[in-house]
């Protein structure tokens, strides 16, 4: 059964998907291929970085809901350090369309509340329910935070170096 904590903790992910479409409006399909959201990746780069750990974990938390054996990461199982896991991923997804990845990462938001609202409400709220989370419940993780707090504040001032923020801007939900 779906606690409210695990309603609510969807209706912020799936919030999150409407300060993405944002982003991805303002910064305008134009401009994706360029180098300077995160130093020389373009946004298409950060957008497939987004999807590729949304995509690694979500697999992740729908076997955890049905019981099933964690499915391994999609990298290589001797990398342990994000560095090198962001190297190779960003090495995989470099030929992707750009279509695709922006699809791609606008997709994970419903998958992965739908993945959340799944989850037992006994694993949903053990601090032990998702083992790479450091003892945190999952029902207490801002999964949006990787886009909020690490990538768009980058992308913003990126825009208005450029002077081409959009005069709005994107507010987190």
């Known amino acids: 059964m779906t606690s409210e904590a ?26 994706m291929l360029e180098p300077g959201p995160m130093g020389e990746w373009t946004f298409k780069d950060m957008a497939a970085h987004l999807a590729a750990w ?24 001797e990398m342990d350090d994000d560095e090198p896991i962001n190297d190779w991923l960003h ?9 695709e990845v922006i699809a791609d990462y606008d997709g994970s938001f419903e998958r992965l509340a739908a993945a959340l609202e799944a989850l037992p409400d006994e694993v949903a709220h ?37 002077g081409t923020a959009a005069s709005g801007g994107t507010s987190a939900p």
């Open 126 to 162: 053990d601090p032990a329910g998702l083992p790479w989370a450091g003892g945190t419940r999952a029902v207490d993780i801002d999964f949006n935070d990787h886009l909020l707090e690490e990538h768009l504040p980058d992308v913003r001032r990126w825009l208005e170096r450029r």
């Open 54 to 77: 949304r995509n690694a974990r979500i697999p992740m938390i729908e076997a955890i809901g049905q019981g099933k054996p964690l499915p391994p990461p999609p990298w290589p199982a």
């Open 6 to 31: 695990q309603r609510q903790l969807a209706a912020r992910v799936r919030a999150g998907q409407q300060v993405w479409r944002d982003l991805v409006a303002d910064v305008g399909r134009d401009r």
């Open 91 to 99: 090495e995989r997804d470099r030929d992707r369309p750009l279509d």
